[in-house]
């Protein structure tokens, strides 16, 4: 006769079943989304059964507490409390209005979008985050994610930097997905190659993917710069040629880059990109070139006639630059580092130019240049290292004034420094005279950086910004932002009496904003406490200090 087992009133009589409520909010969860509204009904009523359940098991709770025997209350029926109280937050939180939630895609797309795209001028910027970005923004939840893999901008910026050892077919299959994912939206590409050697073949196999969407290029970006110091990079013609056809055939082309540490362009590599621009007569309207040398027998576009922006990082001569500017009519911005002087420089107006910058590069050629160029419309002008040439004595300051005057320029940004070894290229009085011109008078930012701060004092420059009681006014009376790196001010207290005067002007005049400050090793730490204490007292007034010490 089979046995009979007892049960006892404490154990469960059949396995527990899953709560359909937790059922239905771990689903949610695992699918990263929002509940239907089918769903949130569900809740709500799992909402009211839930309450009604934890009130009795509480009253439960209470009666096996207060009975004369004092019974302590069973495990089961704690452990039924416990996930009621669990469950309970749960479920609220799953009713929770969050507004994010109920935006419609459009508008989730234009967030998205305005997260992302850079609203910065400069070409370098956005081009190598958007697709992280884009793809932390999938991964959110599911809703997001569909919104995020439909919003076609967020994947058309293809950024590939071939590295060493760097899997191939795995980037190839990355290029191949963002080129699908962004469909016909403007596309950019950026391709480099941090390696000794480029590797031709995987150079060859990414631009042949991009090749049959050169239709939609907006910009590429060529960077073949070696990841050690020493390394150079010579790019093999079959590469050249795979650009310059890719160039050919993309009409709608506005940004173009050719970096690379080592062209010899009297053979036709960075003349293929550039005669592909004529070809296709597409809108460039920015051009960076980074090379050691450019051949003069180079071909350029004959028209750049939408060129606003043009940054040239290379060994050319200044009568070839200028054959380039000619063509561009609409330049705006023009950045030069290490352009070469010649003795053929025809004079040359540019009436659009309002930013020059110059970069490494010698006196001797910034003197050149500045002498046989007019720019009526400058407003920014920088000239940070110039490199003194050795047995070569050129008059960089006169050389300036005579570019002022005859331009007839009113510049708002004027920034100075010394040669990059420290070499006084421009001297303490050279820059008073600068600022004295009718030029610098409606400055607004004004910046001086120099090499060592031992170089010489800045006295004379801040004498020439304090208020003149003679003249009833400021010699730069519209100036807010002044930066000094690198100084040391000889007499004490000159620094303190040019800011409390910028503080303080008379009605009419500008008040100074800010002022970043860096100190060489003699300057006294009771100036900088001073100026921290002059800060303090001004309302609307930010101040950056630091020293050497």
């Not at 020439?464 to 000094?484: K, R, S």
Request: glycine letters at 4%; hydrophobic letters at 40%; aromatic letters at 6%.
């Amino acid at each position: 006769m089979p046995t009979t087992q007892t049960r006892n009133k404490h154990t469960l009589s059949s396995p527990p079943t899953d709560n359909p409520a937790t059922q239905l909010l771990d689903n949610i969860a695992a699918e990263r989304r929002q509940p239907t509204p089918s769903e949130i009904s569900l809740i709500r009523g799992f909402v009211d059964d839930t309450q009604r359940n934890l009130d009795s098991l509480n009253a439960r709770v209470r009666r096996s507490t207060t009975t004369v025997y004092g019974k302590k209350p069973t495990p089961g029926l704690r452990a039924k409390l416990d996930e009621a109280r669990r469950l309970m937050p749960r479920l609220r939180d799953a009713l929770v209005s969050r507004p994010v939630h109920k935006l419609p895609a459009e508008v989730l797309m234009e967030i998205f979008l305005d997260i992302i795209e850079s609203h910065e001028p400069d070409i370098k910027v956005g081009w190598d985050a958007n697709t992280l970005q884009a793809c932390c923004l999938a991964q959110v939840c599911a809703s997001w994610r569909n919104v995020a893999l439909v919003t076609r901008r967020l994947w058309n910026v293809v950024a590939i930097t071939l590295r060493y050892r760097s899997p191939a077919r795995g980037t190839l299959t990355e290029v191949a997905t963002l080129l699908e994912r962004s469909a016909n939206a403007p596309l950019f590409v950026s391709l480099g190659c941090d390696l000794p050697i480029i590797d031709a073949k995987k150079v060859k196999s990414i631009l042949e993917l991009v090749a049959p969407h050169a239709s939609r290029l907006v910009g590429l970006r060529t960077s073949f710069a070696g990841m050690f110091s020493f390394a150079t990079l010579a790019v093999p013609i079959e590469i050249s040629q795979t650009i310059g056809r890719i160039v050919a055939e993309a009409p709608n082309l506005q940004r173009l880059w050719w970096e690379t540490e080592r062209g010899n362009f009297e053979n036709p590599t960075f003349s293929l990109q550039l005669s592909g621009i004529e070809k296709s007569g597409a809108p460039l309207k920015q051009l960076y070139i980074q090379s050691s040398g450019m051949g003069s027998s180079t071909r350029y576009p004959k028209s750049l006639a939408f060129l606003t922006d043009l940054v040239l990082i290379s060994h050319i001569a200044i009568s070839s630059l200028f054959g380039i500017l000619a063509t561009a009519p609409v330049l705006e911005t023009l950045s030069l580092s290490e352009i070469n002087d010649d003795s053929h420089v025809p004079a040359l107006t540019l009436k659009s130019m309002r930013v020059l910058r110059f970069g490494d590069t010698s006196n001797r050629a910034v003197s050149a240049f500045l002498g046989a160029v007019s720019l009526p419309a400058l407003k920014t002008l920088h000239i940070p290292q110039v490199l003194r040439v050795d047995g070569v004595i050129v008059d960089l300051q006169q050389a300036i004034s005579n570019f002022f005057a005859r331009s007839q320029c009113t510049l708002q940004r004027l920034f100075l420094g010394e040669g990059r070894a420290g070499e006084q290229v421009l001297s303490e009085q050279d820059m008073v005279s600068l600022l004295k011109h009718h030029a610098c008078r409606a400055l607004v930012d004004l910046s001086i950086q120099l090499a060592r701060p031992t170089s010489f004092c800045l006295d004379t420059v801040l004498q020439h910004l304090v208020f003149d009681a003679e003249q009833n006014h400021f010699p730069i009376p519209q100036l807010i932002y002044l930066t000094l790196r690198g100084i040391d001010v000889a007499l004490a207290g000159r620094l303190q009496d040019m800011v409390r005067s910028r503080l303080a002007p008379p009605p009419g005049q500008r008040k100074l904003r800010i002022l970043r400050a860096h100190f060489g090793r003699r300057a006294a730490h009771e100036e900088i406490h001073l100026l921290r204490t002059i800060a303090k007292e001004y309302s609307g007034f930010k101040l950056k200090v630091d020293s050497e010490e």
